[in-house]
């Protein structure tokens, strides 16, 4: 499975090698983190990982394969 996570503003470098499994584009104030995902307890443990950061999650979708 592929997700894709958009979150509120730009990564810096420090806070996005806390998603080392995870490639990151920035735009339009987002950045967008994206990559497979192995299972359910992999994506909430993502999702944990922003809380934890303090990020914004702005959306969460799953990407076609």
């Known amino acids: 499975m592929r997700y ?10 420090t806070l996005a090698k806390a998603f080392p499994e995870l490639s990151r ?5 987002q950045t967008v983190l994206y ?11 993502l999702l944990a990982r922003c809380q934890s950061l303090g990020l914004r999650v702005v959306e969460m979708r799953r990407l076609p394969e």
């Open 35 to 45: 990559g497979p995902v192995v299972d359910e307890a992999h994506l909430y443990g």
């Open 4 to 13: 894709e996570i958009r979150v509120e503003g730009h990564l810096s470098e």
């Open 25 to 29: 584009v920035e735009m339009s104030g």
